[in-house]
Nanobody, 113 residues
Framework: QVQLVESGGGLVQAGGSLRLSCAAS????????MAWYRQVPGKQRELVAE??????TNYADSVEGRFTISRDNAKTLSLQMNSLKPEDTAVYYC????????WGQGTQVTVSS
């Protein structure tokens, strides 16, 4: 059974940093495009950052230069978030996109002003 398990969320002051991790139990992890999305209540889920199987990255304009997405051979996806702002407050989801799509359960990130 495929699982994506996020960790690393929490409460941080504006200007601070957090690192999110996603442990993926996908046998063919290397062929999947991986991504982080976020969602605020009442709004659509939005793409934060994505990374292809070859390491090409893409970021939302709102996080460009502050967030860094990475993946490793241990089937872990990470999101380093620096210079956090209150508007970054959301539930963050790890996702895998390939022959099938998979989603994690989400982790809450709260940035206080």
């Amino acid at each position: 059974q495929v699982q994506l398990v996020e960790s690393g969320g929490g409460l941080v002051q504006a200007g601070g940093s957090l690192r999110l991790s996603c442990a993926a139990s996908i046998v063919t992890f290397s062929i999947y495009k991986m991504a982080w999305y976020r969602q605020v209540p009442g709004k659509q889920r939005e793409l934060v950052a994505e990374i292809t199987r070859t390491g090409i990255t893409n970021y939302a304009d709102s996080v460009e230069g502050r967030f860094t997405i990475s993946r490793d051979n241990a089937k872990t996806l990470s999101l380093q978030m620096n210079s956090l702002k209150p508007e970054d407050t959301a539930v963050y989801y790890c996702s895998a996109h390939g022959p099938r799509d998979y989603w994690g359960q989400g982790t809450q990130v709260t940035v206080s002003s």
